[in-house]
C-alpha cells in the first residue's frame, strides 16, 4: 500500500521562482501560505476590535482616516451605530474563518501533518494548492465588502435571516452582504478540499511503521478536525447558496410569509428564517472544535515535549477527542434556546452539552495530571501551551450555565457569551497558535525565535486576556446586552468604568503582539540557526533538517520503531527515544 501511494503523490522539485513560493505543490510552502493569512486576517480582526472598543467608551471621538473608508459610516471618523455592527460582523467572520480555521488546522497541519506520518508530501498535492488559493480568493471576495458603496454586513457573523436574506433594505444589507455569502461559501470549497486530502493523506500516506496509534497527538487532532470539518462545510456550503438566491434570485428559503420591512410588505412567502438557524449551526458548533481540537493536539505535543515524560494516557486523549468530534453534531440547538423551539427539544439539546463537557474535562485532567512529577521545560511555546490549558478551563466553566435553557433565557443576550465565547474558542485557540509558533518556528524557518521576547509577550498576553474577557462574564450577568454600539447613562453609568478597563486592556493587549511580530520577523531573517532537533524532540518532523528539504527526507523514508513519546527512558543515550531509532527500549507505553 505505501509503496504505490508514495508512488502516486510523487512529484519532480520546484521548477521556477511562481512553483517555489507561489503557486507551489509543497505542502510546506502551503501551510506558509495559510499562515500568512491567517497572520493578516487576525492583525485586521485586531484593529477592528480596536475601533469597536474606542467607540464604546468614547462613542464621539473622531478617528483618524477612517472617514477615507467609509464616509457613509464613519462620517468625519465618527462611526456610526450601523457602522459599528459592520465592524463587529467583519471582526467575527474574520476571527472565526480565516484565523481560528486557517491558522492551527490548516497552516500547521499542512506543513506538519505528512511529515510527521513520513510522507513526502499530501495526497492531492494540486487539490491541496487549490485549496490555499481558493480560500485566498474567498478573503478577498469578504475583504472587498469593506470597499462597497454600502460597506460591509452588519447581520453578525451568523447572518442571521431574515435580515441577511433582504437585499437592500438599509446600511451593510446590499452588495456587503452578498459578498459575504459568496466569501463563505468559496471558503467552505476550500476547507473540503483541504478535509479531504487530510484524511486521504492520514489514512494512505503513512510510512513503514507508523500505526495509527503512533502517531503523534497533534496529527490525530488534524485527522479528526478533518473528519469534522468533511460534514460540516458541506451543510454549511448549500446554506450560502440558499441565501444568496433569497437575496438574488427572489426565492423564499430563509424569508417567512407576511413580512413587512419599512412598512413595506416583502415580496417573499413560505421560507423558515429558523431553517438558516438550524443549517448555521449544525456547522456552527463543530466549527468550534475545529478550531479547539487542532489547538488542543499542538498543545499536547508541546506540553509532553516540555514534560519531558509521556502523558497519562495516549490513547484517552485520543478517544477524547474522538468522542468531541462526534458529540460536537449533537449540540448546536443549544445556540437557539431563544428562537422559539420546543422546551423538550431544548431539554434534549442541553443534556449532551452537558455530556460534551466530560471528554474535555477528561483532557484537562490529563494535561495537567502530568504535570505532577514532570521535569517542566520552562520556555515561550510550553508557556503558551500551559496558558491554553487555563483560557480552555475558564472560558469553559461558564458553559455550564449556558447549558442550562432557563439560564441561557438570560445570559444569551449578553457580555457574557461573549467573554465566554472568546475565551473558550478565540483566545485559547490563539494561545495554542502562538504556542505552535514558537515550537515549530525552529523547523519551518531554520531558525531559533527570541526566548526572552517569547515570555514578555506570554506575560502580557495573559494578563491582558484576562483583563478583557473575565470582566465580561460580570457585565453579562447584570444584564449589559452585547451588540450595542452605545449605552444609555441611567442603566450604564456605573458599568462604564469597567468598559473603559477592557478597552484600554484591549488597547495594551494589542500593542504586546507587536512584540510578538517583531519577534517573529526578526528571527525569520538574523535569528539564532537553529539544530535538526533543538528541542530534542521524538517524533519524526525531528528527523530531518531546518528546515526540511522539499521532499521531507532527502530522498530516505524513515521507518518507525516506537510510538512517539518516548520521553525518561531508563538506559537510552540520552532522556529520549527518536521514533525512527532502532534502539531497543523497555517501554509499556503503547499500550496505555
Known amino acids: 500500500m505505501h509503496e504505490t501511494s508514495a ?30 493569512l491567517g497572520l493578516f486576517a487576525v492583525l485586521v480582526g485586531m484593529l477592528l476590535s480596536w475601533l469597536m472598543r474606542i467607540h464604546l467608551v468614547w462613542p464621539n471621538l473622531a478617528i483618524p482616516g477612517l472617514g477615507l473608508i467609509s464616509s ?10 450601523e457602522y459599528y455592527l459592520q465592524l463587529m460582523t467583519m471582526h467575527g467572520t474574520l476571527m472565526v474563518f480565516f484565523v481560528l480555521t486557517n491558522v492551527p488546522f490548516a497552516g500547521f497541519g499542512n506543513y506538519f501533518l505528512p511529515i510527521q506520518i513520513g510522507a513526502e508530501d499530501m495526497a492531492f498535492p494540486r487539490f491541496n494548492m487549490m485549496s490555499f488559493w481558493v480560500t485566498f480568493v474567498g478573503f478577498c471576495v469578504l ?26 433594505t438599509g446600511p451593510g444589507q446590499a452588495t456587503g452582504q452578498t459578498l459575504w455569502a459568496i466569501s463563505i461559501g468559496i471558503f467552505c470549497i476550500g476547507q473540503l478540499l483541504g478535509s479531504l486530502n487530510f484524511i486521504v493523506t492520514t489514512l494512505d ?15 490525530w487532532a488534524w485527522f479528526i478536525t478533518s473528519c469534522i470539518g468533511l460534514l460540516a462545510f458541506a451543510v454549511l456550503l448549500p446554506a450560502c447558496i440558499l441565501l444568496i438566491l433569497d437575496r438574488v434570485a427572489g426565492t423564499s428559503f430563509f424569508v417567512p410569509s407576511n413580512l413587512v420591512v419599512s412598512d413595506q410588505m416583502v415580496n417573499h412567502s413560505g421560507g423558515s428564517p429558523l431553517l438558516w438557524q438550524h443549517l448555521f449551526w449544525f456547522f456552527g458548533h463543530p466549527e468550534v472544535y475545529i478550531a479547539i481540537l487542532p489547538a488542543a493536539g ?21 478517544y477524547c477527542m474522538m468522542a468531541i468530534g462526534f458529540l460536537s453534531y449533537m449540540v448546536w440547538g443549544h445556540h437557539m434556546f431563544l428562537s422559539g423551539m420546543n422546551p423538550f427539544s431544548a431539554l434534549v439539546f442541553s443534556f449532551p452539552t452537558l455530556v460534551i463537557t466530560i471528554p474535555a474535562t477528561i483532557l484537562t485532567l490529563i494535561w495537567i495530571g502530568s504535570l505532577y512529577g514532570s521535569n517542566l521545560q520552562i520556555n515561550s511555546a510550553s508557556l503558551f501551551a500551559l496558558g491554553f490549558v487555563s483560557m480552555f478551563v475558564s472560558g469553559g466553566v461558564s458553559g455550564f450555565f449556558l447549558a442550562q435553557p432557563s439560564i441561557d433565557v438570560y445570559l444569551h443576550g449578553t457580555y457574557f457569551v461573549v467573554g465566554h465565547f472568546h475565551m473558550v474558542m478565540g483566545v485559547a485557540a490563539i494561545f495554542g497558535m502562538f504556542a505552535g509558533t514558537y515550537f515549530w518556528a525552529p523547523k519551518m524557518f531554520g531558525r531559533m525565535m527570541n526566548d526572552t521576547l517569547g515570555k514578555i509577550h506570554f506575560w502580557g498576553t495573559f494578563v491582558g486576556a484576562y483583563c478583557i474577557f473575565m470582566p465580561f462574564h460580570y457585565l453579562g450577568l447584570v444584564g449589559n446586552i452585547r451588540r450595542y454600539s452605545s449605552f444609555v447613562n441611567d442603566f450604564m453609568g456605573p458599568l462604564m468604568p469597567v468598559h473603559k478597563f477592557i478597552s484600554i486592556a484591549a488597547l495594551l493587549t494589542g500593542a504586546v503582539q507587536l512584540v510578538f511580530l517583531y519577534n517573529l520577523v526578526h528571527s525569520r531573517f538574523w535569528g539564532e540557526p537553529a ?17 526540511p528539504p522539499w521532499d521531507n527526507f532527502g530522498g530516505k523514508s524513515p521507518v518507525v520503531y516506537h510510538d512517539p513519546y518516548q520521553y525518561g527512558i531508563e538506559g537510552s543515550s540520552g532522556d529520549y527515544v527518536m521514533q525512527n531509532s532502532p534502539e531497543q527500549i523497555q517501554t509499556v507505553r503503547e499500550d496505555k
Request: glycine share 10%; proline share 9%; net charge positive.
Open 7 to 36: 508512488a502516486a503523490h510523487h512529484h519532480s522539485p520546484p521548477q521556477g521562482f511562481l512553483r517555489k513560493h507561489v503557486f507551489s505543490l509543497d505542502h510546506k510552502v502551503i501551510g506558509k501560505q495559510y499562515y500568512g
Open 531 to 547: 539544530s535538526e532537533n533543538p528541542w530534542q524532540g521524538t517524533s519524526l518532523e525531528w528527523a530531518t533538517s531546518s528546515p
Open 72 to 81: 457613509a459610516g464613519a462620517p468625519g471618523g465618527v462611526i456610526t451605530p
Open 205 to 219: 500516506l503513512r510510512t513503514k511503521g507508523m500505526t495509527l496509534m503512533r502517531m503523534p497527538l497533534c496529527t
Open 143 to 168: 475583504f472587498a465588502a469593506f470597499f462597497v458603496g454600502d460597506g460591509p454586513p452588519l447581520s453578525g457573523w451568523t447572518s442571521y435571516a431574515p435580515l441577511s436574506a433582504i437585499a437592500g
Open 298 to 318: 499542538i498543545v499536547s505535543h508541546i506540553l509532553i515535549n516540555s514534560y519531558r515524560r509521556p502523558l497519562l494516557s495516549h490513547k484517552v486523549v485520543i
